[in-house]
């Protein structure tokens, strides 16, 4: 309880963007982060839902996934642009550099390191991944995994994830990982 209360004194001063894969935990760390520093949290699909009035599996088959990319850049441009907040972005975004430079530029991007067997644990029983409705899902999985991994090491921070991690163990490294960045996380006193 000590170290929330320690981290409740400290002015998020640019926005914190969660990158990893689907199933990182990149939504429930988020939310835990964002109460922990009483600042607001924003999913960048979930944003996209609701500005399209469409599921995001819904704008991935009407109009495809590079027209669901620019949306999301605009998105993620909007957001970074506003008062500083706990930014949750779809597992694809970061693969953009245009995306990784603005998220630097403007914020600072934290890479949830999650192993491959601990996100197939979290997202084989789900039907809401577009990039999983193949029918090998864990095959599709290994390969974005092999894929991206490499760009989601680029990021600012990395924290490690592990499966016995509570989502407020993972929210508390996440806190030490900023508190090592002044000109994101500023001490009050």
Not at 119 to 139: E, F, I, M, N, Q
């Amino acid at each position: 309880m000590a170290d929330t209360a320690r981290h409740n004194r400290a002015r998020l001063k640019r926005t914190v963007v969660l990158v990893g894969m689907m199933g990182a935990g990149k939504t429930a760390v988020g939310r835990a982060l964002a109460a922990r520093l009483g600042v607001a949290f924003r999913d960048s699909d979930q944003e996209i839902e609701a500005a399209a009035n469409m599921t995001i599996a819904e704008i991935f088959a009407r109009d495809g996934e590079p027209f669901f990319r620019r949306k999301e850049s605009q998105v993620i441009g909007r957001l970074l642009d506003g008062v500083p907040c706990i930014l949750s972005t779809g597992g694809g975004a970061f693969l953009s550099e245009a995306n990784r430079e603005m998220i630097s530029n403007r914020g600072v991007s934290v890479w949830l390191d999650a192993s491959l067997d601990l996100l197939w644990s979290r997202v084989r029983h789900k039907d809401t991944r577009p990039l999983l409705r193949t029918a090998d899902p864990k095959g599709a999985l290994t390969a974005l995994f092999e894929a991206r991994v490499p760009v989601y090491r680029l990021a600012d921070l990395s924290v490690a994830t592990q499966p016995d991690y509570s989502i407020d163990d993972t929210a508390g490294r996440v806190l030490e990982a900023l508190a090592t960045r002044p000109d994101i996380l500023e001490p009050l006193s």
